[in-house]
């Protein structure tokens, strides 16, 4: 399953306030995203709009590539960059046709929408863009806590190592079983990117200086030819896109299991309520008097003597 490339909130955010007449000096929304990145819209003056991106590892990305990504991207955006911040100044769209407004207010948040995966796509997209020209540099990214990137050049390939790690132990259960299961049907699909799993380290990024480290789930390799890399920009934002896929299925595994159990307890339910036992009437038992009895038992005896 393709996941969005848009943030659904911030998406509904800037269309709201990019077509609507209200002043934006008030304006303070902050949003969250995956990777631990946040989005902070602010009002600058009556008619324009502040969007930055924050992310804890936003300077680590940038040197390899994602500032060039950002800024390529919206290059028609006057833009500005702090430690792990960057932000872009978004004007009032101005048409007196309330249609085409809209249009162009559609236009520019959906572009504003896919910050995170425009930012996280950089390595990726440096790389591959360097495979054609035969000219990859080796890097390690720190894409997000406790978790690097590392990209491999290779003849006529580039290789994008990702180290997976959960806190959860859970979480990891599933995802170790889940990237197995990704690299088992790789086989069945022809002509697919190579792809390889395993508990350690591989051989070939133990030059880096954090590859030692021991993730909780292990190390997944994509290695990618020339020949994959026709649309770098998309194959580079499917890659980025890779953790928060295996995020989306481990959950969805776990919200199927709950719903398993739920299941089979409502099942067990059931057959409890048919196995209890209709109500017993209660029988009514005669009492002998003890004098009665004691008259019977004195007329056998004096029969038979």
């Known amino acids: ?89 978004v004007e009032r769209t101005n048409s007196d046709d309330p249609a085409e407004k809209q249009n162009l207010a559609n236009q520019v948040a959906c572009q504003l929408s896919i910050l995170r995966v425009v930012l996280m796509s950089g390595p990726f997209l440096q790389a591959l863009e360097g495979l054609r020209n035969n000219s990859v540099a080796p890097a390690e990214v720190l894409l997000r806590k406790n978790e690097y990137l590392w990209v491999v050049p290779g003849e006529s390939r580039v290789s994008f190592v990702f180290e997976i790690n ?35 380290s591989p051989e070939y990024i133990r030059s880096f200086p954090n590859s030692g480290r021991k993730p909780s789930v292990g190390f997944l390799s994509f290695t990618v030819l020339k020949e994959h890399s026709k649309d770098p920009e998309q194959c580079a934002r499917q890659l980025c896109c890779f953790r928060q896929y295996l995020n989306y ?38 009492r002998v008097r003890a004098t009665q009895t004691r008259r019977e038992e004195s007329k056998i005896v004096h029969s038979l003597s």
């Open 1 to 89: 399953m393709a996941i969005q490339h848009e943030n659904p909130a911030l998406l509904a955010s800037l269309k709201s306030l990019l077509s609507s007449e209200t002043d934006f000096v008030k304006t303070d929304v902050k949003l969250t995203d995956f990777d631990g990145c946040l989005y902070l819209i602010k009002g600058l003056d009556s008619n324009r709009l502040s969007v930055s991106i924050y992310s804890p590892n936003l300077d680590s990305v940038s040197q390899a590539g994602g500032l060039a990504a950002l800024q390529r991207n919206y290059s028609n955006f006057e833009s500005s960059t702090s430690p792990n911040t960057f932000a872009l100044t």
């Open 249 to 286: 299925h481990i959950h969805a595994c776990k919200t199927y299991l709950h719903m398993r159990m739920r299941k089979r307890t409502d099942v067990l339910l059931d057959v409890l309520k048919e196995a209890v036992p209709e109500s017993i009437e209660a029988k009514s038992f005669k």
């Open 166 to 200: 959960f806190l959860d132990s859970t979480d990891s259960s599933f995802a170790k079983v889940f990237v197995q299961e990704f690299v088992e049907a790789k086989r069945q699909v022809p002509n697919s990117p190579l792809v390889t799993f395993s508990p350690n």
